[in-house]
C-alpha cells in the first residue's frame, strides 16, 4: 500500500480509479452525472445527499463545465 493511500488521500493506481468510475458511471457511458454520483453515494450508505449537492460536487470538478464528469476529470480529482 502507498503512503499515500494509506493517509486515504489521492488514489495513486489509476486501474483501481478506473474501477471506482465505472462503477459510479451506472450507464456505461462514460461520464458521471449528479445522480449516478447520488446514487453511489447512497449505495455506499450515505443516503443524505440531495440531488442538488450532487450537482455541486460534480460541478467543483467538471474542468469543462459540461456538468459531467470524464475519466480524466475523476483523474485529476483523485491526485489533487
Given at each position: 500500500?502507498?503512503?499515500?493511500?494509506?493517509?486515504?488521500?489521492?488514489?495513486?493506481?489509476?486501474?483501481?480509479?478506473?474501477?471506482?468510475?465505472?462503477?459510479?458511471?451506472?450507464?456505461?457511458?462514460?461520464f458521471i452525472t449528479a445522480a449516478e454520483f447520488?446514487?453511489?453515494?447512497?449505495?455506499?450508505?450515505?443516503?443524505?445527499?440531495?440531488?442538488?449537492?450532487?450537482?455541486?460536487?460534480?460541478?467543483?470538478?467538471?474542468?469543462?463545465?459540461?456538468?459531467?464528469?470524464?475519466?480524466?476529470?475523476?483523474?485529476?480529482?483523485?491526485?489533487?
Amino acid at each position: 500500500m502507498t503512503d499515500a493511500r494509506r493517509r486515504g488521500g489521492p488514489v495513486a493506481d489509476i486501474e483501481e480509479a478506473r474501477k471506482q468510475f465505472e462503477r459510479i458511471d451506472s450507464d456505461g457511458d462514460g461520464f458521471i452525472t449528479a445522480a449516478e454520483f447520488k446514487s453511489a453515494l447512497a449505495q455506499g450508505g450515505d443516503w443524505n445527499v440531495t440531488e442538488s449537492v450532487a450537482e455541486a460536487v460534480i460541478a467543483s470538478r467538471d474542468l469543462n463545465g459540461d456538468k459531467v464528469l470524464s475519466f480524466d476529470e475523476f483523474w485529476t480529482h483523485l491526485n489533487k
